[in-house]
C-alpha cells in the first residue's frame, strides 16, 4: 500500500491536530514561567486555523474508505470533526484565566490529544479503530476531570469518571468481540453482512447491541447510564465539564449514528423502540432532576443529560430528517452550552461559588455576561429566535414525519419543564439581589473582570448561537450533507 497525499488529506485535522499538540508541548518546555498562560492563545489560535486549513479541504458528497477501510472520509465524520476543534479552541480560551490550567501546557496537550480521539471515533468502520479511539479520547478526558490534585471534589471527579469509563468500557467491549465472533470480521459493513447471512439467532444479535448501547450510552450521558456525569461535572474544573458535555457528547452521538445504522439496520424494529424509551428515560429524569439543583454546574449536567434525550428523537426517528435534525441538534447545543458553561467559569471563579445564591443580582455586577447566560439559557429552553428553538422544532417535526407523535409531544411537555428551571436562574440572576442570598448589599456593587480571550470566546458563542438561530439554512445544509452519507 503505498502512502501519498490522498492518504493523509481526509486525516488533515488529526494530523493538524497532533502538530499542534507538539508545538504546545515544546513552547511549554522553553518558554518561561510568566508567558505560560499564552498557551491558550496558541491553541485557540491554532484550532481556528485548522478549522480554515481543513474546510479548504473538505470531502465530497460520496464516502470514501481510507486506511485500508479503517476510516470513512465523508461528511458526516467531517462534520463532526470541525465541532470537535471548535470546542477545543473555545475551551482554551477559557481555561487561561484558571492559573492552575492555563499555565500548564500538559493540560492543552490533553485536551488535543482527546480531540484526535474524538476525530477517529467520528470516522471508524472497524471495532479496533474505534474501541482505540474511544479510549484515546477518554484516558486524557479522565486526567484532566481530575486535573486539580488539590481539589478533593476535582480528584473525586476524576476517580469516578475513570472508574464508570472503565466499567461501561469493558461491558462494551464484550460486545464487541461477541460481534468479531459472530461475523468473523471487524468491518462494520462486513459484520453486517455476517450477522445477516450466518443465520445468527435473533436475540443474540440483540444482546449484542445491548452490551454495545452501554459505552455509547455512557459517552451521550443518556439514562440509566448517566449517573456519573453530576458528579464529574461538578467536581471537574469547569471549563472541562463544558468540553465534557458537548464535544465529548457529539463524539458519542457520532459512534451509536454510525455503527447502530451500519451494523444493526436490520434490528430497527427492535432496537428503534429501546431508544425511544431512553429518549423519554433521558429527558425526563434529566429535566425532573434538574429543578431540584442548586448548584449550577449540577443543573447544568441534568439539563444536559435532557438535552441528550432531545437529540435521541432525531435519530428514533429513522430517516433523513431525523439524522439532519440531530446532527444539526449537536451543532447549535455545542455552541450553546459552551457559552452555559463559560458564562458559569467566568463569574463562578470570581464569586468564589457554584451555588445559584452566588448569581443572585449578577446582572448588576456583570451586566454582559448576564446577557451572554440569557442568551444561552432561552436558546437551551428553546425560545425562538435562538438556535435551540429550530434545533427542538426539527427534532419533534422529524417525530411527527415517522408517525412517533406521542414522543413529540412528550419532547414538547419536557421542554415546558426546562423552561421553568432555566428561567429560575435568570430570575435569580435580574431580579434578585446579594442581601436576599445573606450577602451585603454592596455586593452587587462589585464588578466582574472579564479577561480579552473571555470576551472573545462568549462573544463568537452568543453570535453563533443567534446566528444558527435566525440564518440556519448554511448550517442545516451541512447537517443535511452529514445525514446524507447514511441515508444517501
Do not use: C
Request: no cysteine; charged share 10%.
Amino acid at each position: 500500500m503505498s502512502l501519498d497525499a490522498t492518504m493523509f488529506l481526509p486525516i488533515l485535522p488529526e494530523i493538524l491536530l497532533f502538530a499542534l499538540a507538539f508545538v504546545i508541548l515544546g513552547l511549554d518546555m522553553i518558554l518561561p514561567k510568566e508567558q505560560h498562560r499564552n498557551l491558550g492563545w496558541v491553541t485557540a489560535v491554532g484550532a481556528g486555523l485548522i478549522l480554515l486549513l481543513s474546510l479548504f479541504a473538505r470531502p465530497g458528497m460520496q464516502a470514501n474508505l481510507i486506511w485500508g477501510g479503517m476510516l470513512s472520509y465523508d461528511w458526516l465524520g467531517f462534520t463532526f470533526k470541525m465541532l470537535f476543534v471548535f470546542g477545543a479552541g473555545i475551551t482554551a480560551l477559557f481555561a487561561m484565566d484558571y492559573k492552575e490550567l492555563g499555565e500548564r501546557g500538559a493540560f492543552y496537550v490533553l485536551m488535543l490529544i482527546s480531540a484526535i480521539g474524538m476525530s477517529f471515533m467520528a470516522s471508524a468502520t472497524n471495532l479496533i479503530m474505534l474501541y482505540l479511539a474511544i479510549e484515546t479520547t477518554s484516558i486524557p478526558l479522565y486526567i484532566l476531570a481530575g486535573f486539580f490534585t488539590g481539589d478533593e471534589k476535582s480528584t473525586e471527579s476524576g476517580f469516578k469518571y475513570l472508574l464508570f469509563g472503565a466499567l461501561t468500557s469493558t461491558i462494551m467491549l464484550y460486545g464487541f468481540s461477541l460481534l468479531y465472533g459472530f461475523a468473523g470480521t471487524t468491518d462494520l459493513a462486513e459484520i453486517y453482512t455476517g450477522l445477516s447471512q450466518g443465520q445468527v439467532p435473533l436475540v443474540v444479535i440483540l444482546g449484542s447491541l445491548l452490551l454495545v448501547l452501554v459505552g455509547f450510552g455512557f459517552k451521550i450521558s443518556a439514562v440509566p447510564f448517566h449517573f456519573w456525569a453530576p458528579d464529574v461535572y461538578e467536581g471537574a474544573p469547569t471549563p472541562v465539564a463544558g468540553f465534557l458535555s458537548t464535544a465529548s457528547k457529539a463524539a458519542g452521538f457520532a459512534v451509536l449514528i454510525r455503527v447502530f445504522l451500519t451494523v444493526f439496520p436490520q434490528v430497527i424494529p427492535l432496537w428503534g423502540p429501546i431508544l425511544a424509551a431512553l429518549s423519554v428515560a433521558t429527558m425526563t429524569l434529566g429535566n425532573l432532576i434538574a429543578l431540584t439543583q442548586r448548584n449550577i454546574k449540577r443543573l447544568l449536567a441534568y439539563s444536559s443529560i435532557a438535552h441528550a434525550g432531545y437529540a435521541l428523537i432525531g435519530f428514533v426517528s429513522m430517516s433523513a430528517l431525523g439524522l439532519t435534525s440531530t446532527v444539526f441538534y449537536l451543532i447549535a447545543y455545542l455552541v450553546t452550552n459552551l457559552a452555559a458553561f463559560g458564562v458559569v467559569a467566568a463569574f463562578g471563579r470570581i464569586a468564589g461559588s457554584d451555588d445559584v445564591t452566588a448569581y443572585y443580582g449578577m446582572s448588576r455586577r456583570a451586566p454582559g455576561l448576564a446577557l451572554v447566560m440569557m442568551v444561552a439559557f432561552l436558546s437551551l429552553a428553546g425560545m425562538p429566535p435562538l438556535g435551540g428553538f429550530v434545533t427542538k422544532v426539527l427534532v419533534f417535526a422529524a417525530a411527527i414525519q415517522s408517525g412517533l407523535i406521542w414522543l413529540a409531544v412528550l419532547g414538547v411537555l419536557n421542554s415546558i419543564v426546562g423552561l421553568y428551571y432555566y428561567l429560575t436562574v435568570l430570575k435569580y440572576v435580574y431580579l434578585y439581589r446579594a442581601e436576599q442570598a445573606g450577602r451585603p448589599a454592596e455586593d452587587d456593587q462589585l464588578a466582574v473582570p472579564m479577561s480579552r480571550p473571555y470576551k472573545l470566546a462568549l462573544v463568537v458563542l452568543v453570535v453563533g448561537i443567534v446566528l444558527i438561530g435566525t440564518l440556519f439554512a448554511p448550517w442545516f445544509s451541512w447537517a443535511s450533507s452529514a445525514a446524507a452519507t447514511m441515508f444517501g
